[in-house]
């Protein structure tokens, strides 16, 4: 399940002091999630310990934001099964490489997005992801297409 916004504020301080440069808790909330924010940039979080325990809650409950890539893209391992379906429909590969895609042989360029590596698939070039920078798309193409969810994104 991707983590909320009001998860995470409800573990903030709520004074909207400003310390981390913006306006409100609320929107600090928002920008953790979509990785533009550091918890560190909280800087009451840290220095006063009456927010120990929220602390706490918060690095538990974001820490799957480290294992993501910039892209949000998580994949669970366990439950991937290989089929590279996920590598066949993702429309970064097939624009970048019709020739491979159309001919059933996969991406044969060198720098994919996906790539399937020790029968589990794995982001090998986030930066080409449609979900990756400032512009991003939130393209859902190789999720949609697993048949094992064992692809999720941390946001949309
Ligand atoms: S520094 Fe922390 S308490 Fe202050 S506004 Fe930002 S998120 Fe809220
Ligand atoms: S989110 Fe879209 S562009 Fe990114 S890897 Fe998946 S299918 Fe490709
Ligand atoms: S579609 Fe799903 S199961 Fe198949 S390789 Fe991709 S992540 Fe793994």
């Known amino acids: 399940m991707p983590i909320t916004p009001m998860e995470v504020y409800k573990l903030l ?4 002091c400003r ?3 913006e306006t409100t808790c609320m929107s600090f ?7 533009e ?18 602390l706490k809650d918060l690095q538990n409950l974001l820490e799957p934001l480290k294992e ?4 949000g893209l998580i994949v669970d391992e366990d439950l991937c099964s290989g089929c590279a379906n996920c590598v066949v429909v993702c429309p970064v590969h097939a624009s970048d490489d019709p020739y491979g895609m159309g001919s059933g042989l996969g991406p044969t360029i060198d720098d994919p997005i996906l790539r399937i590596e020790d029968g589990v698939v794995r982001v090998v070039n986030m930066k080409k992801c449609r979900r990756y920078g400032k512009n991003r798309i939130l393209c859902v193409a190789c999720r949609e297409n697993c048949p094992s969810d064992a692809i999720r994104f941390l946001e949309g």
């Open 68 to 71: 993501a890539t910039e892209t």
């Open 29 to 35: 909330a928002f920008k953790l999630i979509n990785r």
């Open 19 to 21: 310390k981390c440069g």
């Open 37 to 54: 924010k550091t918890l560190e940039e909280c800087t009451p979080l840290f220095e006063d310990t009456k927010y120990s325990s929220q």
């Open 13 to 16: 301080p709520k004074t909207n």
